[in-house]
């Protein structure tokens, strides 16, 4: 099992930064790839950042070029940077954890999300 604890959301104003942390913890060993997705109310749950074990990237379109994830492996922490924020940004952000050999409900592979913490862009 993995337990992931996000914390640094919060309200910023418009063209304002945060940098999201989420710590890992359990048997963090078998996961592949690391991410940040987030969801706004009555909208699906978007990829923001993705970070793979190999160190490649994904960002998704609405963000790419605002945003850097990186990790820091001796803290088992994921974080997110995230600039110039737009109020289209705001959202609960999840962080994520894929374990590719993991078998839960019947389905191959698993991902572990964090409790989410609310990013509240104003106008």
């Known amino acids: 099992q993995v337990q992931l604890v996000e914390s640094g959301g919060g309200l910023v104003q418009p063209g304002g930064s945060l940098r999201l942390s989420c710590v890992a913890s359990?048997?963090?060993?078998?996961?592949?790839?690391w991410g940040w997705y987030r969801q706004a109310p009555g909208k699906q749950r978007e990829l923001v950042a993705a970070?793979?074990?190999?160190?490649?990237?994904n960002y998704g379109d609405s963000v790419k070029g605002r945003v850097t994830i990186s990790r820091d492996n001796a803290k088992n922490t994921v974080y997110l940077q995230m600039n110039s924020l737009k109020p289209e940004d705001t959202a609960v952000y999840y962080c994520?954890?894929?374990?590719?050999?993991?078998?839960?409900?019947?389905?191959?592979?698993?991902?572990?999300w964090g409790q989410g913490t609310q990013v509240t862009v104003s106008s």
């Open positions: 994520n954890a894929y374990d590719p050999n993991s078998d839960h409900g019947g389905a191959t592979g698993y991902d572990y």
């Open positions: 970070l793979t074990g190999a160190g490649s990237r």
């Open positions: 359990g048997n963090i060993f078998s996961i592949y790839a």
